[in-house]
C-alpha cells in the first residue's frame, strides 16, 4: 500500500487499518472486488485473507449476497477488458 498520503492525512493510520479494513467501512452497501492472481503488489495469499476479512464484515451485517469477489488466476495488476465487462455486468445488477 502507498502510504505516502496516509501518513500525512491520517498519521498511524496504516499501523492500526489496513486496505480491507478501510473498504469494509462500505459494508452493507454491495461492493465488488477484482484481483489478479499474478499481481505483483497484491500477491493471491494476500488477497484471498483480504477477501475473507471482507467477506466476514459483510455476512455479520446481512449483505453477503452485496459482497461479490474474485481472482482472475492469469491476470497480473491490470483492469483486462474481461474484467471491465463483468463490471458493467455487476453495475446494471446493482444500480438497475
Given amino acids: 500500500m502507498n502510504l505516502g498520503i496516509t501518513r500525512r492525512v491520517l498519521p498511524a493510520f496504516h499501523r492500526r487499518l489496513d486496505i480491507p479494513d478501510v473498504a469494509s467501512l462500505a459494508a452493507p452497501k454491495p ?3 477484482h484481483a489478479g492472481g499474478r499481481d505483483h503488489l497484491f500477491p493471491e ?3 484471498e485473507s483480504a477477501y475473507a ?3 466476514a464484515v459483510w455476512e455479520s451485517q446481512g ?3 452485496r459482497l461479490t ?3 482472475w488466476p ?3 495488476h491490470a483492469f483486462t477488458s474481461a474484467m471491465q465487462a463483468e463490471v458493467y455486468t455487476w453495475l446494471d445488477v446493482w444500480l438497475g
Fill in 74 to 76: 492469469d491476470t497480473g
Fill in 31 to 33: 461492493a465488488l472486488f
Fill in 45 to 47: 495469499a494476500g488477497v
Fill in 69 to 71: 469477489t474474485r481472482v
Fill in 53 to 55: 476479512t471482507l467477506r
Fill in 63 to 65: 449483505a453477503g449476497d
